[in-house]
């Protein structure tokens, strides 16, 4: 079955270090995402990239990083910059613009 | 700045009460205005893509409605399976942000059997 992967599920961070979280796609989507979700919050984009080798920031990019070497795969980097880090995680992608997200299953950081 | 708000914050129903949940938007174009569904710790599951006001969609026991500053989800005689939370969300036009979305915080709709 096509979808998007996301690990780990969950990840914890100690002060200072960095971490990456997984999402791989096999829906051969062009346009990938990473969004932000925190309690009573809706989901704020942090990172997106519409074809390899080229992403954009969102709204809340700071304290953050991400690549885009293949199609399938768009690895965010959580950085010690990121202050306030603990949230779910949610990678999406699309075919295009007008076609609807589909959304992994998250990746719940928290601080150790 | 686009802006989507979702209300009610929380809605319980009882199994077969039927009720609404409603979506207010601004945007200076609307693109597509998206519904999601969101089980705990799961990822949002899309519902419905309306495009245009007056445009309808239907799913089991879900509608979906769109007009010019607002989109209703109805949900008819609910079913505890129903419960979940409610995303919506809208892709502007005019941004120059490819398919960005602004999300409304949810609803979280609570069936009692």
């Known amino acids: 079955d096509g979808g998007i992967t996301q690990s780990p599920k969950y990840l914890f961070r100690k002060e200072g270090q960095n971490v990456t979280l997984s999402c791989e796609q096999n829906?051969?989507?062009?346009?990938m995402y990473w969004y932000r979700q925190d309690p009573g919050q809706g989901l704020r984009l942090i990172y997106y990239s519409q074809i390899v080798n080229d992403f954009q920031k969102g709204d809340i990019a700071e304290g953050y990083s991400v690549s885009r070497e293949k199609k399938e795969s768009f690895p965010l980097t959580v950085t010690s910059a990121q202050k306030n880090p603990t949230a779910f995680y949610l990678c999406a992608s699309t075919r295009a613009r007008t076609q609807p997200q589909h959304f992994g299953d998250g990746t719940r950081l928290s601080i150790l | 700045e686009d802006q989507v708000t979702q209300s009610p914050e929380a809605l319980r129903l009882q199994e077969g009460e039927s009720s609404s949940l409603n979506c207010s938007y601004t945007?200076?174009?609307?693109?597509?205005l998206f519904w999601y569904r969101q089980d705990p710790g799961k990822g949002p599951e899309f519902l419905f893509t309306l495009y245009s006001a007056g445009e309808e969609k239907e799913k089991e026991r879900l509608k979906a409605t769109l007009t010019k500053k607002e989109s209703f989800l109805h949900i008819t005689a609910p079913k505890p399976e129903d419960s979940a939370t409610y995303l919506c969300a809208v892709d502007n036009a005019g941004g120059t942000s490819y398919g960005k979305l602004t999300f409304g915080q949810g609803t979280i709709l609570t069936v009692h059997p």
């Open positions: 829906l051969n989507h062009d346009a």
């Open positions: 945007v200076s174009g609307l693109r597509g």
